[in-house]
């Protein structure tokens, strides 16, 4: 069973920071392009950010571009979010994805196949 674990959100005042990780078992972290979404309540979930297989591509909301970056280290089966200069329209749940598809498929907006919980980011002001 493949599962992925995401920890690291809490409560952060506007202008702060916060690493967000997400593990993933049951699979190589390897073997699957990762990303970020995100959901705040009333909204649809929407893409944050997205990183290949061996890291050597990224793909982030212009929402979030300059402020955070998506990181992997697949020795430890993990993701991170590095998210700075954080906002109070950046508070939602954060989920962490998978896709074993190809990275054309992943950025191109296809269904992304493996989803963690998610963990609650809340920015205040």
């Known amino acids: 069973q493949v599962q992925l674990v995401e920890s690291g959100g809490g409560l952060v005042q506007a202008g702060g920071s916060l690493r967000l990780s997400c593990v993933i078992s049951?699979?190589?972290?390897?073997?699957?392009?990762m990303g970020w979404f995100r959901q705040a309540p009333g909204k649809e979930r929407e893409f944050v950010a997205a990183i290949s297989r061996t890291g050597g591509n990224t793909n982030y909301a212009d929402s979030v571009k300059g402020r955070f970056t998506i990181s992997r280290d697949n020795a430890k089966n993990t993701v991170y979010l590095q998210m700075n200069s954080l906002k109070p329209e950046d508070t939602a749940v954060y989920y962490c994805?998978?896709?074993?598809?190809?990275?054309?498929?992943?950025?191109?907006?296809?269904?992304?196949?493996?989803w963690g919980q998610g963990t609650q980011v809340t920015v205040s002001s």
């Open positions: 049951g699979r190589t972290s390897s073997s699957c392009n």
């Open positions: 994805a998978a896709d074993p598809g190809s990275w054309l498929e992943t950025i191109s907006g296809h269904e992304w196949d493996y």
